[in-house]
């Protein structure tokens, strides 16, 4: 056996120690999550848990049913519980792609503590479904909350900048950046700001490659789009 296939042998036998750690780790922690349930059937808070957990693992149609059961059990109970439920299954309808779902659900979230996160959520489902107007709508609510939210920023930065308000969106970003001095998607989107708004991008960008260089690598093409946007501009 030569040298190249001895290193990919063993790099081979790694990934899969690796699978398999990963694998018995997920089966302990659904044991666990299950035995919960079975100990403690009356708290909705184990069925919350181990739905979410579900959707980690990309089991949506067994999350759905979970918490659809838990809903069942307990929405007549507590309002708290009817809200926490809700807003589980609307991130697994989210989490599946099922945007029209997952706004049914997060709209009938009516509890204090849990508005902010239901109107952020709200925002990125519509964003999702390239609705930015109305994605602005929520999370400008979101924001009215917690001014200073890095997360729900960013998601107005976004949704400005498909928009086509990229002033507007600058500002948002400028807060996240601020909020998060090492958010490499906020330096990137700021960069393309700055360029819209004929500003020094290039500091942006490099920021952008060293905090996050996997989103700037799947995002520099739209770098070429907005350059030849700017030349037609200009023309």
Do not use: C
Not at 211 to 223: A, G, I, Q, T, V
């Amino acid at each position: 056996m030569d040298e190249n296939t001895k290193n990919m042998k063993s790099q081979h036998d790694k990934i899969e120690q690796e699978r398999e750690l990963k694998q018995k780790q997920a089966d302990e922690t659904l044991h666990k999550l299950v035995k919960g349930i079975d100990e403690h059937p009356h708290d909705y808070r184990t069925y919350y848990e181990l739905g979410a957990f579900l959707v980690e693992l990309h089991n949506y149609t067994q999350a759905e049913e979970l918490m659809m059961k838990a809903l069942g059990l307990f929405a007549d109970r507590s309002k708290k519980a009817k809200n926490t439920l809700l807003y589980g299954l609307g991130n697994v309808y989210y989490s599946a792609g099922d945007f029209d779902k997952a706004i049914e659900q997060f709209s009938k979230v009516n509890d204090d503590k849990l508005k902010f996160d239901a109107y952020m959520m709200l925002a990125q489902s519509y964003m999702s479904k390239d609705d930015y107007k109305r994605a602005v709508v929520f999370a400008l609510t979101a924001q009215g909350m917690r001014r200073q939210n890095p997360d729900i920023n960013y998601i107005l930065g976004e949704s400005l900048i498909a928009l086509g308000n990229f002033k507007e969106a600058a500002g948002f970003l400028d807060a996240v950046i601020k909020a998060d001095s090492k958010n490499g998607k906020a330096y990137f989107e700021r960069g393309l700001t700055a360029m819209m708004n004929d500003e020094d991008f290039n500091d942006y960008f490099v920021k952008a490659k060293e905090y996050d260089p996997k989103y700037f690598e799947k995002s520099k093409n739209r770098l070429a789009d907005i350059e030849k946007f700017i030349k037609a501009k200009q023309k």
